[in-house]
């Protein structure tokens, strides 16, 4: 009788103390990070990466509870291997969560990638609009931008500068093209014409013959989209050629963006719009780059921004499912009603799952993108062919 007693006592006893053995245990969350480690955009993958360590690290190395383990794809920026790479992540590596990635022709890929296994995205840096647009989905988010937000404020600030005419130069693939809609949308708006659109394949760098063509057209003014290693050339060759003395140059902000120490002398007095600047002065900002520079023994930029801002949505997300991927909804849900609490200033998700944010002016002066005001206030992505 008294052994009945004692093995009814282990047992419930056993059972009670279970689901608390179970959660102390709980497996570590893969994360799968899917990066340009190689090529024009090594510099933006590896920032994005510092930056969502920092915050993991911040948080003692855990999110949502679970510790973190990484799992690392370089996608090289390469489309024809986007498919082979992002399955290695979800099919061999099984990871729980995918971050990724720069480029945007290779984000589409994950994208669709995400949505048929249903593996919860956060996209770190890829703007084009049709991630949060008409490939949408309740387990695809962006920390990051849409193409049109940076470069629709552009096209605003220019046509108000009374620039009449525009040429437009880009690398030809979605990134760029919808850079240069997006300006030249707002330029039209505001009475301005853009005379002529000119495209090389990404990721070439032989620009001379490009300048000669806008140097032939004498436009107001010249718009581009080129970001990374690209564009520490572009701004280089546009001084060298002389037109930067006849021609003003604007750009989305990734044009100067990570690149100044290398663009030097050539970048300096260069406007440009996005969603952060060097010298924000606030509180968040300031703990953030004094982090990041302890870290890493380099200045941040707006890619360690967004990755930092990928990890803390991650955290978002999981605290409110208590670290269990499977809710979706429930993790959908947090994010959608959360107030990031970003470096670059305090943002919204939108119903597509797209940043609502604040674009800033910003000029070159010396080695920082210094902030000049703001150039559209809390500007969201109209998120075409979204339905959720
Ligand atoms: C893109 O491909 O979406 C992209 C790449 C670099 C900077 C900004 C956007």
Redesign the pocket.
């Known amino acids: 009788m008294k052994l009945l007693r004692r093995t009814i006592l282990a047992l419930a006893t056993t059972s009670l103390a279970a689901p608390l053995a179970l959660a102390q245990s709980a497996p570590k969350l893969k994360v799968g990070l899917m990066l340009p480690y190689t090529g024009t ?1 090594a510099a ?1 993958g590896n920032a994005i990466e510092n930056g969502f360590r920092l915050y993991v690290a911040e948080q003692g190395g855990k999110l949502g509870g679970r510790e973190i383990e990484y799992f690392k794809v370089d996608d090289e ?1 390469a489309p024809p291997k986007a498919t082979d790479n992002v399955n290695k992540l979800i099919k061999r590596d099984q990871v729980d969560v995918l971050i990724g990635t ?4 290779v ?1 589409m890929a994950m994208a669709k990638a995400a949505k048929d296994s249903g593996t919860i995205l956060i996209v770190p ?4 609009g049709a991630i949060t647009g008409t490939m949408c989905a309740p387990n695809i988010f962006r920390s990051s931008f849409t ?1 049109w937000q940076s470069a629709y404020a552009m096209g605003d600030v220019a046509a108000k500068k009374g620039h009449k005419t525009a040429v437009t130069i880009t690398w030809k ?3 760029g093209e919808e850079s240069v809609n997006g300006f030249k949308e707002a330029f039209e708006k505001g009475g301005g014409k853009v005379v002529k659109q000119l495209t090389l394949p990404f990721p070439n760098e032989e620009f001379q013959a490009l300048l000669t063509e806008i140097a032939a057209s004498k436009p107001d003014a010249v718009y581009t ?1 080129f ?2 290693a690209g564009a520490v050339k572009f701004v280089k060759d546009y001084a060298a050629s002389g037109l930067k003395k006849s021609i003003p140059l604007y750009g ?1 902000g ?1 044009l100067t963006d990570g690149t100044l120490e290398a663009q030097g002398a050539a970048a300096d007095g260069l406007t440009t719009t996005l969603h952060y600047a060097d010298n924000l002065e606030t509180k968040r900002d300031k703990e953030f780059r004094l982090s990041y520079a302890k870290s890493y023994k380099l200045q941040p930029d707006v890619y360690a921004v967004q990755g930092y801002d990928a990890a803390q949505m991650l955290g978002i997300g999981l605290n409110a499912v208590k670290g269990d991927v499977s809710k979706k909804t429930e993790f959908a849900a947090a994010l959608e009603k959360a107030r990031i609490d970003s470096p670059r200033g305090a943002f919204t998700i939108s119903k597509s799952h797209n940043p609502v944010q604040d674009i800033y002016l910003r000029q070159v002066t010396g080695k920082e993108n210094t902030f000049a005001g703001i150039a559209t206030k809390a500007l969201a992505d109209p998120g075409r062919g979204c339905k959720m």
């Open positions: 955009y933006l920026s720069v480029h945007s022709g984000a840096n890829a703007g084009a193409m693939y979605a990134a989209f970001a990374g989305a990734f």
